[in-house]
């Protein structure tokens, strides 16, 4: 049976995550967003001419040709969720990337995707925490992160951690969920939005854009790249937030009656109007563009530098 711990109600996460709500709130968040949002749990811009799956597609494809994935290299792939995107870049790159994601569940999801969609050979994920990564030292060729490291308490662990396992000349790229230049902190409402998109999705506090920089620098990587995809001219991440708030309405009223048959497991409801909430705050601070879930650094671990000949 579900222990009173995992069935603990949204407000524990004010009140410090126990790990029994955090996974329980996993379970319920990955099966949510497969419902509603697909294999690929971020945003990207739309694409003028393309539906939402190719929008994705391009989006994580920018990541393997930053990389310069190719045959016979291996990626991490740090906070991967279901693999969506993971599938999307080791198919592109052509090269073997092993996910890793602190919930169980998503790793059996991921692994029955990878199977079903033949990529099992090339992807697989593990279950781990990217702050404490089972890996030696330059293990990989490449590392990347898509939205899943805003959610370290501190950055510079995150990014040490990338720094160890990759080779030396290994490349690790982010898209970084932060607060842009135009965030004013003396302005009420831009601090009532971005505290709003922490609570709803766990974060510990949300970062500049010019924190995502300072730390790759001071953990030793050379950053090679760093701007925000969704400026203009790039089209709206946020416009399939804003789903309408009698859709939303209905999915919670159809979500709460699965709930009292036991359709779906307790919680589920509240976890979706959450979300819902947090969609608002998301939309807001796109569109005033004082958040960007999608701030791209790319950075490199500096290569050995060939030894002096000997005299």
């Not at 579900?2 to 009140?15: M, N």
């Not at 291996?74 to 994601?101: K, L, W, Y």
């Not at 994920?125 to 308490?153: M, R, V, W």
Request: glycine letters at 10%; hydrophobic letters at 40%.
């Amino acid at each position: 049976g579900r222990t009173q711990g995992e069935a603990a109600s949204i407000e524990a996460s004010a009140k410090g995550d126990t790990p029994e709500f955090v996974e329980h709130f996993y379970n319920l968040v990955t099966d949510l967003y497969e419902w509603g949002w697909g294999q690929s749990f971020h945003f990207s811009p739309e694409l003028r001419g393309h539906g939402i799956k190719v929008a994705e597609a391009a989006h994580e494809c920018r990541i393997a040709d930053a990389l310069r994935l190719q045959p016979g290299m291996r990626a991490i792939d740090m906070g991967c969720g279901v693999g969506g995107p993971m599938r999307t870049i080791a198919a592109h790159g052509q090269c073997e990337v092993i996910g890793v994601t602190i919930n169980e569940y998503q790793v059996k999801r991921c692994r029955e995707h990878n199977k079903r969609l033949r990529l099992h050979e090339q992807c697989d994920a593990l279950q781990g925490n990217f702050l404490k990564l089972n890996f030696q030292d330059g293990s990989f060729d490449a590392a990347y992160a898509i939205e899943a490291t805003c959610h370290a308490p501190h950055l510079e662990e995150v990014y040490a951690e990338a720094f160890r396992v990759l080779k030396p000349g290994g490349r690790f790229a982010v898209y970084e969920w932060v607060t842009t230049d135009k965030f004013d902190p003396s302005n009420e409402a831009h601090v009532a939005c971005i505290a709003g998109i922490n609570k709803g999705n766990g974060l510990p506090e949300m970062r500049s854009w010019a924190d995502i920089t300072r730390v790759a620098r001071q953990v030793g990587f050379r950053v090679l790249e760093a701007r925000d995809p969704a400026l203009p001219p790039a089209l709206p991440w946020y416009s399939r937030l804003k789903m309408g708030g009698f859709q939303h309405n209905i999915n919670s009223a159809l979500l709460a009656v699965l709930e009292t048959v036991h359709a779906v497991p307790k919680g589920t409801a509240e976890v979706a109007a959450m979300l819902a909430e947090t969609g608002r705050d998301l939309t807001w601070g796109g569109e005033q563009g004082i958040f960007t879930p999608m701030f791209f650094c790319v950075m490199e671990k500096p290569g050995q530098e060939t030894a002096a000949p000997p005299m």
